[in-house]
């Protein structure tokens, strides 16, 4: 970028001179053949194939990322993780098939080593938090510039969590609610669950949908909900996660 500025004012000719030798020798040094840090691979996920193509173009144009494989739902997406064992899922949450919140649990035993960012249109809090309890590492709404899902890329390969901005500060209210709520709540005695609702929460607390839940415990999936519904009426919460977290600060249930 020398070329842009111009020449150094006040720079002296031996000084110049020096700096040019020096990076003469270096070049031709035992280092001027180190190969150049290897791209970020990356695995795209949604169910739409023009979004996929588009966004495949543009990170085409990023010497540092390569986009190595793509996938239309979740249950491909595990699969491709397994074979190609990409460093960045770039993953949609909401997929026929299986969606990506929950193809995220499975993703981590196959590629442990995958980070996921969810790149979604739903900017539900409770789709960001499954994501993040599924081991989701970012959580990006479609509404970014394509800049924006580079520097993504590379934020989380280097060991950052990315979250829109607008979900953050959702993330951020809902957690001090829940300190508030929790602290009022201390000197009153914990609502009684029946057992078949803290079945239920403790297979909600172990990362399973309605559906999965309904085929361990024998039940309808409408009973479940009826069941979720239940449970978060009685403990006076507004999601899944809050009544996880509740029960285990209050000791209601223990998850080993």
């Known amino acids: 970028m020398a070329d842009s500025f111009g020449p150094l004012r006040g720079a002296h000719h031996l000084d110049a001179k020096a700096a040019a030798d020096e990076a003469e020798e270096g070049a031709a040094g035992p280092d001027a053949d180190a190969p150049d ?5 990356v695995l795209v996920v949604d169910d739409h194939a023009l979004f996929r193509r588009g966004l495949e173009i543009v990170l085409a144009t990023e010497e540092d990322i390569e986009v190595v494989g793509e996938a239309g739902d979740g249950a491909e997406a595990v699969d491709k993780a397994a074979d ?3 460093d960045i899922i770039l993953m949609d949450v909401r997929m026929p098939k299986r969606g990506g919140i929950e193809a995220c649990t499975s993703i981590k035993e196959v590629a442990p080593s995958a980070k996921i960012i969810m790149l979604t249109i739903s900017d539900e ?3 960001l938090y499954d994501a993040i ?5 970012g959580y990006l709404l479609k509404e970014i510039s394509t800049d924006e899902v580079a520097t993504a890329i590379r934020a989380v390969a280097d060991g950052q969590s990315q979250i829109s901005p ?3 500060s959702k993330l951020l209210t809902e957690f001090k609610s829940m300190i508030q709520r929790t602290d009022e709540r201390r000197l009153v005695p914990a609502p009684r669950l029946t057992d078949r609702e803290l079945e239920v929460l403790k297979l909600v607390a172990t990362g399973m949908n309605n ?3 309904a085929k361990e415990l024998y039940i309808s999936e409408n009973t479940v909900k009826n069941h979720v519904r239940n449970i978060l009426e009685k403990l006076q919460l507004h999601s899944r996660m ?3 977290v509740y029960a285990m ?3 209601i249930l223990e998850i080993r």
């Open 211 to 213: 559906r999965d839940i």
């Open 125 to 127: 809090e409770a789709d």
């Open 166 to 168: 607008s979900m953050a």
């Open 242 to 244: 809050e009544a996880v």
């Open 84 to 86: 190609l064992l990409p």
């Open 249 to 251: 600060r209050e000791k």
């Open 37 to 41: 840090r290897e791209p970020i691979r």
């Open 133 to 137: 309890k599924a081991g989701a590492t």
